[in-house]
């Protein structure tokens, strides 16, 4: 299944647990706890390993290869996250990404290697890789973002080609949303994904990055969680690394994936950690979280890995041990 799909059915599935009994009641006993799913996910810790939100064999193939072959974490991270920016019929990342409600595709990523440093470039409009130019932003310049115009115009020094990243299916969709939208962005139905990978090479040693187009038909000049570190992203290679999917204001206003990796640090196994900074979020006051989708996967230095999401529907891509494996996230809404 695409991973829009994965996205449109678990708001389905969510809009139908609220006004079931079965969630009435979880909603009041859940305060404090999660309602456990069924986990596919056993934990096995063993590196090298990749991880990645959302079914991307693809991509998980290409960041295994490139560890397989010697590579670092960092350059299996980027360049996994790379196949998934080229691919037109994803609309999520990179080329073909849906575009905003003025039908501008505008790009969000980071990246961050195992000493902590980071590069990021948010809406970032006509480059590809916005990934690699993240990559650009830590390792070539003292900063660790750039936005906009300037992150476009340094891309073209680094050598980036221009490309028209509105694919025509991408435009079509947009002109399609322009004649019944109410002109702002549906939460959870068929409108956000990102890739987020996390990868432990031969040494152990860990890299992150996150790519998006973000949410589809947002504000012209959102900037969502993706490309924030902390939020988006976040790797402390002492301890491990999480990277975040859905509704990124969500993800901001409790820096999850900084969160998880405290949580992790803290001795909680990364299954517990995701858990917990879910709960972070459901567990607010006046939280409309049957109205859209956090995901969060993450991965501690001995190679467990752990993912939770807010609905049904979110998965992780593991390949570990030669195997590629895309597993069903366990999730807080029981069904
Ligand atoms: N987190 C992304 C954002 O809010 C969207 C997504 O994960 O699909 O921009």
Wanted: with cysteine.
């Amino acid at each position: 299944m695409k991973r829009r799909n994965f996205i449109k059915n678990a708001s389905l599935t969510g809009v139908g647990l609220a006004v079931g009994n079965s969630l009435l009641s979880c909603d009041d006993k859940y305060k404090k706890t999660s309602e456990k799913t069924v986990s596919v996910d056993a934990p096995k810790g063993s590196f090298p390993l990749v991880i990645a939100t959302w079914n991307v064999k693809n991509a998980t193939a290409k960041a295994w290869e490139v560890i397989q072959n010697g590579g670092s974490a960092l350059d299996a991270v980027e360049q996994g996250c790379m196949v998934e920016e080229a691919d037109e019929t994803g609309q999520s990342v990179g080329k073909g990404g849906l575009p905003d409600r003025d039908g501008h595709v505008t790009l969000d990523a980071c990246i961050m290697d195992k000493y902590g440093n980071c590069g990021s470039v948010v809406f970032l409009e006509n480059v590809v890789h916005a990934v690699s130019v993240a990559r650009k932003v830590m390792e070539e310049t003292p900063h660790v973002m750039l936005a906009g115009k300037g992150a476009e115009q340094f891309a073209y020094e680094k050598g980036f080609p221009k490309e028209n990243l509105l694919t025509e299916a991408s435009k079509k969709a947009w002109e399609e949303w322009k004649k019944t939208s109410e002109y702002k962005p549906i939460i959870n139905i068929e409108n956000h994904d990102t890739i987020g990978m996390l990868a432990i090479d031969k040494n152990g040693d860990i890299s992150g990055a996150c790519t998006t187009s973000g949410l589809a038909y947002k504000m012209h000049g959102r900037v969502g969680d993706s490309p924030i570190i902390g939020s988006g992203l976040f790797v402390d290679n002492e301890i491990g690394a999480c990277v975040a999917t859905g509704l990124g204001e969500e993800v901001v206003k409790t820096v999850g994936s900084f969160l998880v990796v405290e949580l992790m640090r803290q001795g909680k196994s990364p299954q517990e950690a995701c858990e917990e900074a879910i709960s972070r979020i459901v567990n607010k006051p006046n939280s409309n979280y049957k109205d859209f989708q956090v995901g969060y996967i993450a991965v501690n230095k001995k190679g467990e890995t752990g993912t939770y999401s807010i609905h049904q529907g979110f998965s992780m891509t593991k390949f570990q041990e030669n195997s590629n494996e895309n597993l069903q996230s366990t999730h807080f809404l029981t069904e």
